[in-house]
């Protein structure tokens, strides 16, 4: 696996994108600067933890499909990545979680007010950048905002009547996760000039990859023995998150899983935890969940038969098969 984290990727690629993101995660750092040294402080968090930066990363390769030297290209990656963080400093709150990319919540360091102020600052820095950009790149921000706000919402409430646990939960992976996804590879494409079907493939392919990503991390935290993103296997089930591994084990509703059905239903204490991560790494519902995910995968890369041939087109195909392989 190379610097980038994508597999096989043609070396003169890897070395733009590396330049790119080098210009990225620049940007961001300064961007985020401010004369009242509590935010710079609290707002450089997260950032300072690190991560996948897969966002930022889908907008540069997104942009190979057009003119990629396009200054605002690396604008929108940073408020891509920015848009996320936000989203992280809101849901530690929401979820009271104590470690977020292995090191203290925010709102552990701190207090929930200071979390959510801070997201709130990094909307409003996203929303500087973009102005500079244009109008129809605030446009496209504001409605991703808007499906990010209404997945927590869903999440929040639970699901509608007529509509399956399943049903539901993929309704808020794709508009929590798949939305943003879907919208960095948008941006790299638009801010490229590559054609209109480009751009609306690659956002497609995008909002495809971006439930991957998620139902990958539901299997990560069955069957990893340690996660990229810093936290510790059995952290959604200690509490009480579903994940589509957990929601196929409860639709299932076997009879030898009674005990353990109860369990998934509720925060699992630290006793009952390893019993659980046991019974689940060889339960059915894994091989369900990843034969889904390499569906989901294919169906990803199938959208991109039609693209221009060349390094772009194989390193999105890499990058699919780096996502969906995380998490075996």
């Not at 696996?1 to 750092?29: F, Y």
């Not at 790299?188 to 995008?206: I, W």
């Not at 098969?321 to 995380?326: H, I, Q």
Request: glycine share 6%; net charge negative.
């Amino acid at each position: 696996m190379n610097q980038i984290g994508i597999p096989n990727l043609d070396k003169k690629l890897e070395a733009s994108l590396i330049a790119d993101m080098v210009k990225v995660e620049e940007l961001m750092r300064s961007h985020i600067q401010g004369d009242y040294p509590l935010v710079v402080e609290t707002s450089r968090h997260l950032v300072e933890a690190g991560g996948k930066r897969l966002r930022p990363l889908l907008t540069l390769i997104a942009a190979q499909f057009g003119d990629p030297t396009n200054y605002d290209i690396i604008k929108a990656a940073v408020c891509c990545e920015l848009t996320h963080l936000a989203t992280l400093y809101h849901d530690d709150v929401m979820d009271d979680a104590i470690l977020r990319r292995g090191v203290i919540s925010a709102n552990k360091k701190w207090n929930n007010a200071v979390a959510i102020l801070t997201g709130d600052y990094l909307f409003s820095k996203v929303s500087d950048m973009l102005a500079d950009i244009g109008p129809a790149a605030v446009k496209l921000q504001a409605k991703t905002f808007e499906r990010l706000v209404i997945g927590q919402i869903k999440e929040t409430q639970g699901k509608s009547e007529g509509l399956s646990q399943i049903d539901h939960y993929m309704k808020v992976v794709a508009d929590k996760t798949g939305s943003l996804i879907a919208t960095s590879a948008r941006f790299g494409a638009l801010l490229s000039g590559a054609k209109p079907e480009v751009v609306e493939v690659l956002t497609k392919f995008g909002e495809k990859i971006g439930v991957a990503f998620q139902v990958a991390d539901d299997l990560l935290d069955v069957a990893s023995n340690e996660t990229a993103s810093g936290k510790t296997p059995g952290t959604d089930l200690k509490e009480g998150i579903p994940t589509l591994v957990t929601l196929y084990v409860i639709a299932a509703n076997e009879t030898a899983d009674k005990d353990l059905i109860a369990k998934l239903r509720g925060p699992i204490s630290d006793q009952d935890l390893p019993d659980v991560i046991s019974r689940l790494r060889t339960h059915n519902a894994v091989k369900e969940v990843q034969a889904y995910l390499a569906q989901v995968a294919k169906e990803a890369n199938d959208l991109l038969v039609d693209l221009p041939e060349g390094a772009a087109k194989e390193g999105l195909k890499n990058l699919t098969y780096a996502l969906v392989n995380r998490s075996t």
